[in-house]
């Protein structure tokens, strides 16, 4: 079999998927069409507004897909297939659970936010925990997608702003923007454009899958293989590629943007759609960039010293597009993290608010809490970005199995076919806690088969506990849902 098919059955498995596992999903947990949604009940005109599924669709699509899908998968081509895999099957199983989970069950919550979501079936103690964590997350996040599409630009703009539009300009465009977007009502300006950004980012990873089979057919995959690891320096694929690619295939951070989506949904039954839909999407995206970082480079070690991502994103889409199709690819992916970044400290406006109590419908209120969020947002992006990107990849990954814990939880109290969950969520624990054991610059430093036993007991621990704990009725969690 001809190597590319590696890529076309990738994606036929996506949409299988969706198709058919995403409606095993949507059946467990049981949507209910004749349920009042908060965008009915909370109507707020600021941040709980009906829109129709297609728009929100595309919204979601927007933010969840910041550069992760693009980077995380380049950086992952280095260990070859295996991340193609990782892709389709945590996408499928995992990745779309998770996002569809932390959707609907905001919707049930009224909208509530992801730590209220975990600490109504996992307890009072996780929620705090959450708020924290998922804060932190989100300034991470932010901070990511400002600094990575910030690089981008003044790569572009050499030549033509030279001095004028450097990394720092841009930067402080980036911040300026996603300040306006975070503190004005959602349907302004999220609303309004972001479904047709959404339509830009499909069609520029379309346009790159084509230039993939008509400029260079003969080199697809010429260097990646099941046979062995691939990668330079013989790192261990597990757990890092499952911590390397994490937007793409199953992200924590999307639990912290569903919610937004959730005060939107008109019908429950709609959940599927913009929830599981959006992430196969992703997923479809992360397949072109992993498919591009293993066909464009003759081979793994040319790949990592290409210079970083960013420089992939650039040579390879002037190369697969021409130098206007290059242009439009670049801008697309220019896209991705700036449409999730303005989105990760709306996030974290409405966290804060939740814990302090503070109504968000005056604008005051808004600058508030957003004035601060920011100013330490700015001071973080002046941290070196790949120590940045190593804490957002732990913590994403650990908040990816806390959501599923809590969701295989709702299930459980619910006597419901839980394992749709705990299966995902037992193995993204044992990869988070393998991963933070092996890691030498952030972690323990232990040898990968002790990291590897670590994670295993951690998530045996885990499962136990879920089994002897999770039917307990926790104090104060809606009763109704």
């Not at 600021?46 to 728009?55: E, G, L, Q, T």
């Not at 595309?58 to 980077?71: D, E, K, S, T, W």
């Not at 709609?270 to 929830?275: Q, S």
């Not at 037992?426 to 092996?438: A, D, G, K, L, R």
Request: proline share 5%.
């Amino acid at each position: 079999m001809p190597r590319y098919m590696w890529f076309i059955i990738s994606v036929i498995a996506l949409l299988v998927g969706y198709f058919v596992y995403g409606r095993i999903v949507e059946r467990i947990f049981g949507p209910n069409p004749a349920r009042s949604t908060p965008a009915k009940t909370k109507s707020d005109g600021v941040d709980y507004v009906a829109m129709p599924k297609w728009k929100l669709w595309l919204i979601q699509l927007l933010n969840i897909a910041g550069v992760g899908p693009v980077f995380g998968p380049i950086l992952g081509a280095v260990y070859g297939p295996t991340a193609l895999l990782w892709i389709v099957f945590g996408t499928i199983f995992a990745g779309a659970v998770h996002d569809y989970f932390s959707g609907m069950l905001s919707v049930r919550y009224g909208g509530a936010n992801v730590p209220d979501v975990v600490g109504y079936n996992l307890g009072k103690i996780a929620k705090n925990g959450m708020r924290v964590f998922a804060t932190i997350l989100l300034l991470l996040v932010g901070v990511v997608f400002a600094t990575a599409p910030a690089g981008l630009l003044a790569k572009l703009s050499v030549g033509h702003f030279d001095g004028v539009m450097t990394f720092g300009a841009w930067l402080g465009v980036i911040f300026a923007y996603y300040f306006l977007a975070t503190i004005i009502p959602i349907d302004k300006i999220i609303g309004r454009i972001y479904p047709i950004f959404g339509a830009l980012l499909l069609i520029m990873a379309i346009g790159v899958t084509i230039g993939l089979f008509v400029q260079m057919p003969e080199n697809f995959y010429s260097w990646a293989t099941f046979e062995h690891n691939t990668h330079p320096n013989d790192l261990p694929i597990f757990p890092l590629v499952f911590i390397t690619i994490a937007c793409g295939a199953l992200s924590g951070f999307h639990s912290t943007q569903s919610p937004l989506m959730a005060r939107c949904v008109e019908n429950e039954s709609e959940g599927r759609m913009v929830f599981y839909g959006a992430m196969v999407a992703e997923g479809f995206i992360g397949l072109v960039w992993c498919t591009v970082g293993m066909t464009f480079y003759p081979d793994a070690q040319a790949l990592l010293s290409a210079g970083g991502p960013a420089v992939v994103v650039n040579d390879s889409c002037v190369a697969l597009l021409g130098g206007f199709g290059g242009l439009l690819a670049i801008l697309g992916v220019v896209i991705l993290p700036v449409t999730s970044g303005d989105t990760a400290f709306r996030a974290a406006r409405l966290t804060i608010a939740d814990v302090v109590h503070l109504p968000q419908i005056k604008p005051m209120k808004r600058l508030v809490i957003a004035i601060p969020v920011f100013l330490i947002g700015i001071a973080l992006s002046q941290i070196d970005f790949n120590i940045i990107w190593r804490y957002f990849g732990f913590s994403n990954q650990t908040l990816a199995g806390i959501c599923l814990w809590a969701s295989a939880t709702y299930l459980y109290r619910k006597g419901k076919f839980h394992w749709i969950c705990t299966i995902p969520a037992s193995f993204i624990t044992v990869v988070s806690v393998s991963y933070i054991c092996f890691e030498k610059t952030m972690g323990f430093g232990l040898d990968i088969s002790t990291s590897n036993i670590i994670g295993i007991v951690v998530a045996a621990i885990c499962f136990v506990s879920f089994l002897k704990f999770g039917k307990n009725p926790v104090e104060g969690a809606p009763a109704d849902v």
